[in-house]
């Protein structure tokens, strides 16, 4: 036999026992027990009634009577509270310098004139159209221009990785 033959008949097989069933079912198949969650305590919900609500609203403190006060709630740990991650105070954006902030202004100031001029239909001269073309068009190309895609200007002589 080839191994184109022995090939063709495998392929035979696997057509032949497509729509056959399965000889095991699925439910009889029997579950790991690595795959079984550890059994939790259940948790009890406590509803606080109207009465107690009510007792807070007009104590205004906490202070009701019967009822928990302000401290008592400050140190009980909230179950929710668990595991929540708080991320920290997130860096001072960067200072830019005042070309930067032209390049930006006529980037969004020369479309955003033109939006209101047609919003508000202000006939505009020809110059003040060219102007406002021309501020998004500079903005444009000074911010692409002061990109800095380039290799940094300490890598010395060779290209390679920088880590």
Not at 18 to 24: H, I, K, S, V, Y
Not at 59 to 81: I, L, S, V
Not at 125 to 154: C, E, K, N, Q
């Amino acid at each position: 036999m080839t191994p184109q033959s022995d090939e063709d008949e495998v392929w035979r097989q696997i057509v032949a026992s497509f729509n056959d069933t399965a000889e095991r079912d699925s439910a009889d198949q029997p579950w790991p027990d690595s795959e079984n969650l550890p059994a939790e305590p259940s948790r009890r919900v406590v509803k606080r009634s109207d009465e107690e609500l009510l007792a807070e609203d007009e104590y205004g403190d906490g202070d009701a009577p019967g009822g928990d006060n302000q401290e008592d709630r400050e140190n009980r740990e909230d179950p929710d509270d668990e595991g929540h991650y708080v991320p920290p105070p997130p860096p001072p954006l960067p200072k830019t310098d005042a070309t930067t902030k032209i390049a930006w202004l006529g980037l969004f100031g020369g479309p955003a004139y033109l939006l209101l001029s047609a919003a508000f239909g202000w006939s505009l001269p020809g110059w003040v159209l060219f102007t406002a073309v021309a501020a998004f068009i500079g903005g444009f190309v000074a911010l692409v221009v002061r990109m800095g895609d380039g290799p940094p200007s300490d890598s010395g002589w060779d290209d390679g990785a920088v880590v």
